[in-house]
Structures are given as C-alpha cells and as structure tokens.
C-alpha cells in the first residue's frame, strides 16, 4: 500500500492469480454456514473484518490515513461498496459457482457502457458491437427464457454494475486519497449501515459459523488488496485477461466440493463474456516484462 511501484507486470499477474483463488475461497467458506444465519450477518460481518484488519494496518503504520478532508466522498464510495457486496454474496448464495462468477465479468463491458455518459468517452464501432455481444452471452449463460430471468442473475448483473460504478469513483478518489484511506471508509460506512439490521435480526452463532464469517470477511479483504496490489505493479492492458481465471478456479470448486457442473450454456456464454470483455477494453499492449 505505497506509492509508486516499478512495473513488474508478471508479478501483477501473479498477484492478482492468487486474489482469483482468493475470491473463489471467500464464497465457497460462506456455504457451509448454517443455513440460520440472516443474510445482514453476513455482510456485517464481511465489512467488520475489513474495517479491523485496515484500522490495525493504519495504526502500526501510518496513522495519518485515518483523516480525509473528503470524507463525503469517502462515505459516498462506502455505501456503494455496500450495494455491491449485497447483490455481489446475494448471487453466490442463489447461483452456482461458476454462473455467479461469470456475471461479475460483467464489469468491464458495463465500464465501457458508462465511459461516453461519465467520462466522454468515445467507444468506437468495435468496442460497442463487442459489449452488446458480451450482453448476448450473459443471456447464453443465463439460460434465460423470453423474459424470465432467474433473481440472481439479476443480483449477479446488479453487483457488476454497481462495482463499474466504484472504478468510475475510484478514479476520481485514487487522486488525492492513499488506498488504505479508501478501505478504511468503505469498511466503516459497510460495518455502520449494516449493524442496524444485524442487531435488530441477530442470531446467536455457534463457533464453527463465527469462524465461517471472519475466514470470509478475511479472505475478501485480501483478495482485495491483492487486486489493489497487482495494479500498483501491473499495466491494466498487460493484465486485462488474469482476473478471468476465476471461472477456471469456480468450476473447480464448484465441481470438486459441491458437486456441481456448468451446462454447455454457461460455458458458451461465459467464453463469449471473456472474449468481448476483453475486446472491449483492449489497449495497445507492451511486451510483459
């Protein structure tokens, strides 16, 4: 969590290969809780471990970063963070592994979407012909008949929107705030607007379901500073293509600890998200050194 880094994009690659392990980890842990666990108490308990392990981080290292002149930003950013990791364990807890992993692809092809409204952007005939297409194969994956879509899919595309929403502010704050002040935030604003909801439906845990929730909560706040991490290191060209390797690591989970297997559908549809996704937001690549 420092300044500027020289580029390495081959350890950005591998960082951001374990954060793909990582994520996968962080969702597979969470369906073995108890199925009396209010769903509140998941997110709670998701945006607490993350507050604590960045407050501890701060503390014992730079205690400045606790402060921002522009917090209303910071809160801002938080309580889309908030929406997000909703949707985001609401389409994991509903869908199986790899279809879930599939929408969050998504991202990019919303990004591009966004660019000409936010940013002024200008997409071009190839990137918009791509990002419809990438649209037609979440449908392909989906399974979707006429227009009757399965409730997590729509939180899977509702998370993928709301995170193209948090690169768009994270452009905007990443100016002027130090990534641990932003984590820090997100976690506070996360942790404070679900405690309402937790307290009012809580329910006593055993310790295998509190270990269960803190492993989660742990394990998304590393993979997100792995991703964080691999970016500070990595060019977002030469790294465009690593963060699909968490369908490879989702169908094997899914397939080796669940039991379960894609359709021909969603693979189909999932090559054809990764293909656009990544035509979408090509760049002109360097050689990866």
């Known amino acids: 969590?420092?300044?500027?880094?020289?580029?390495?994009?081959?350890?950005?690659?591998?960082?951001?290969?374990?954060?793909?392990?990582?994520?996968?980890?962080?969702?597979?842990?969470?369906?073995?809780?108890?199925?009396?666990?209010?769903?509140?108490?998941?997110?709670?308990?998701?945006?607490?471990?993350?507050?604590?392990?960045?407050?501890?981080?701060?503390?014992?290292?730079?205690?400045?970063?606790?402060?921002?002149?522009?917090?209303?930003?910071?809160?801002?950013?938080?309580?889309?963070?908030?929406?997000?990791?909703?949707?985001?364990?609401?389409?994991?807890?509903?869908?199986?592994?790899?279809?879930?992993?599939?929408?969050?692809?998504?991202?990019?092809?919303?990004?591009?979407?966004?660019?000409?409204?936010?940013?002024?952007?200008?997409?071009?005939?190839?990137?918009?012909?791509?990002?419809?297409?990438?649209?037609?194969?979440?449908?392909?994956?989906?399974?979707?008949?006429?227009?009757?879509?399965?409730?997590?899919?729509?939180?899977?595309?509702?998370?993928?929107?709301?995170?193209?929403?948090?690169?768009?502010q994270n452009r905007v704050l990443a100016r002027t705030e130090h990534t641990a002040t932003i984590m820090l935030w997100i976690g506070l604003v996360a942790t404070l607007g679900t405690l309402p909801g937790a307290l009012a439906g809580w329910t006593a845990l055993s310790l295998t379901d509190t270990l269960l929730l803190v492993t989660a909560g742990s394990l998304a706040t590393l993979g997100m500073l792995l991703t964080v991490e691999a970016y500070r290191f990595g060019e977002v060209s030469a790294l465009a293509t690593f963060p699909y390797a968490r369908l490879l690591f989702a169908l094997a989970a899914g397939y080796l600890i669940f039991g379960e297997v894609a359709s021909t559908r969603e693979l189909m549809g999932s090559a054809v998200i990764i293909v656009c996704g990544v035509l979408a937001n090509e760049r002109k690549r360097q050689p990866m050194p």
């Open 1 to 168: 969590m420092t300044g500027q880094s020289a580029v390495n994009n081959r350890y950005g690659a591998a960082l951001l290969l374990a954060a793909a392990g990582v994520f996968t980890a962080d969702v597979s842990v969470l369906r073995f809780l108890s199925s009396e666990v209010p769903f509140v108490q998941i997110i709670f308990f998701r945006s607490l471990c993350q507050l604590a392990i960045v407050a501890l981080w701060i503390g014992m290292t730079r205690p400045a970063l606790f402060g921002s002149h522009r917090w209303p930003m910071l809160v801002v950013r938080g309580l889309t963070s908030l929406v997000c990791w909703w949707l985001y364990y609401a389409s994991f807890q509903t869908l199986d592994l790899a279809l879930a992993t599939t929408l969050t692809f998504t991202t990019s092809l919303f990004v591009v979407s966004m660019a000409p409204f936010v940013l002024g952007e200008k997409i071009g005939p190839l990137r918009g012909l791509t990002t419809v297409l990438g649209f037609v194969g979440v449908v392909l994956a989906s399974g979707a008949t006429g227009f009757r879509v399965e409730t997590g899919v729509w939180f899977g595309l509702g998370s993928a929107f709301a995170a193209a929403v948090l690169i768009f």
